[in-house]
């Protein structure tokens, strides 16, 4: 089905010659089904000369923004402009996913209206957003989540106490005779430890409760309880999994664990439950000095 496109002068012929060159991929929908695609189109979209048209447009977008594509075309076809551009993600036919950022307008084709699409492959500048994201909530040695990120989640933890969750357990690690290992074998030992900590400690936990690097040697542990009973449960997987001597370079290095716990089950702000935790790690360790 041509939808009426042809072309009629030369003027249509170096217009299509235009279009057909564009470095941004246009595509022109109706009916839901792909009319035409350039050759860009064709290119982000993963297919060959030709094998766009005739395709169900929603089977080229992700799942996850499936809702909104059809809302913009909804709008569009109902006679409502857009205001703005959207970013969608796009499956290729080999499961490839690529992220477009696309303005949408609509056209009159062959006494039809076809939804007019020009988009841009953003795939590159949203990896690097999500990287950049990434470090900025993320401990760049450990890759655990850090202080910023931690937060957050503590008062998400929080909020839903007595909504599901009976407690937030809060357990705050400090380790013993680090700077030890720093002096002695240097600091590319000291960060295989706390990466060797970080490892054991996620896997004592549940994927759902957060591990995080706070600085230094100070890790935090959040996770939330169905019962208040399960509490000592998960310190006692800390502790088993922090017991053992860690091995650097064929050297075995002994370093200890202390650990401040806190059972919240009544609302209270992330950073009072943090301090509190601390007060609590320093009252653990073996000199049970508390901090001023």
Partial sequence: MTYGLQVDSG???VFRTLVETAPMAILLVVDGQIAYANSTAEQTLGVGPGEAEGLAAETLVHPDHLEVARHRARELLAGRPLAGSAEIAVVRPDGQVVRVEEVSSTVEVGGRRGIYVMACDVTERARREAHFAHL??????TGLPNRLLLQDRLEQALARVGRGVAAVLLLFVDLDGFKGVNDQLGHAAGDAVLV???E???GAVR????VARLSGDEFVVVAELE???LADSVRERLDTALAPAYEIDGARVEVG?????L???TPRSAQEALVEADRRMYAAKPSRTLRP
Wanted: proline letters at 0%.
């Fill in 200 to 202: 054991r400690l996620r």
């Fill in 227 to 229: 019962l208040l009973e």
């Fill in 207 to 210: 994927t759902m409760d957060t």
């Fill in 136 to 141: 900025a909530t993320h401990d760049g040695l």
């Fill in 257 to 261: 664990a202390s650990i401040g716990q």
């Fill in 263 to 265: 059972v919240l089950d």
């Fill in 11 to 13: 003027f249509d012929r």
């Fill in 196 to 198: 060797q900590v970080g």
